[in-house]
């Protein structure tokens, strides 16, 4: 099947046989601190990601403050159990006064600066900043009239789908080209924070690829890069992971979140992945041709008289591949030297009376 078409996000091509475009989620992980956020987009640009991402929201724009139980993480969840959902965007949210700091930081870095907006405001704001791009969040799928309004403004769109049925995603993307998208990208996605692996699906990422003929990649919520890397081995061409600074345990998604010396491991294994799995050609690869001459081959192992019998006391499969092929061996043996052969040398045709036997090449098939 031909892969659907790459999309283009500021020079970087992003599909199946392209580099695998990685992400660097910054979230709330900045901690409130400009500084900090500041000082996460320098270690991003020496992880090796090609990209850093930020949220763009406020608590308003998502929510309202309102205490009531529906506006509660449920008690016992992992990391905000029984928080309050505005209190928790406040804490969380990169203010938007920010953004030019952190985008033009990102840019001296030639990291490529996009966002996920959450509201129209947000899509205004960030076209008015000359965002190359816009990420849908998760929970956002369904919000069909925020996502036609990013799909209006001509801009590559990368939808996350965690918690999504496939006629949910059906519906995003027929809302996203029927406002204009051009070019969409689909991330297969756990919403559970962290995602447990029974929770990521990833086998998912070739069947997405196929229904909706866009370029799929992951949005990764596990703990470390595991899922990450598998994800590229199945084909994934984008991967985004939450990024931290180094020590930082407490803020909103340190949990699931790597620092900078597992981002660069991560990135390490990505690359490594993707040259692992390319390519479908069964034979050697040119790495292995110095190991193809040490295959074993026929080699007379004792000095061998002429006209003396070859048996399997003189003659042995070995290391290395300079002599006849093993499939000779039992046409070889009983027959008789042609000369005076010392130990160690790589048997051959003429060093047997009466040369090769007519019937031993076979169509295709070298005589050795």
Known sequence: ?????????????????????????????????????????????????????????????????????AFRVTEGHELWGGRNLYQLYQEAHTPWEWHPALFQRAREHG????????????????????????????????????IRRMAATGRPLIISTGMAEAAEIDEAVVAARGAG???????????????????????AIRTMRERWDVPVGLSDH???????????????????????AAGDDASPDAAFSLDPAGFRRM??????????????TIGPAPAE?????????????????????????????????????????????????ASTIPRGTPLAWDLVEGGEPRAQVRPGQSAR
């Open 1 to 69: 099947m031909t892969p659907p078409p790459a999309i283009k996000i500021e020079g970087h091509h992003v599909g199946a046989g392209e580099r695998p475009f990685v992400i660097a989620e910054v979230s709330g992980n900045h901690n409130g601190s400009l500084e900090r956020a500041l000082e996460i987009i320098d270690a991003v640009a020496d992880s090796g990601a090609q990209a850093v991402k930020f949220q763009t929201y406020t608590a308003d724009t998502l929510t309202i403050d309102v205490d009531a139980p």
């Open 111 to 146: 990291l490529v600066p996009f966002s996920s907006p959450f509201d129209p405001t947000a899509v205004d704001f960030l076209v008015a900043m000359d965002v190359p791009a816009f990420k849908v969040a998760s929970f956002e799928l369904v919000d069909l009239p925020l």
């Open 181 to 203: 998208a051009t070019e969409i990208a689909l991330l297969k996605a756990s919403s559970a924070y962290p995602s447990p692996p029974e929770a990521m699906q990833l086998g």
């Open 222 to 244: 596990t703990l470390g890069d595991t899922a990450a890397i598998a994800a590229v081995a199945l084909g994934a061409c984008i991967v985004e992971k939450h990024f931290k």
């Open 267 to 280: 990135v390490d294994a990505i690359r490594f992945t993707e040259s692992a799995v390319a390519g479908t």
């Open 289 to 337: 041709l110095e190991s193809r001459r040490f295959r074993r081959s026929l080699f007379v192992v004792e000095d061998v008289e002429a006209g003396e019998a070859f048996t399997d006391r003189n003659v042995r499969s070995i290391r290395p591949a300079d002599g006849l092929h093993t499939r000779h061996l039992e046409t070889v043996l009983g027959r008789h030297a």
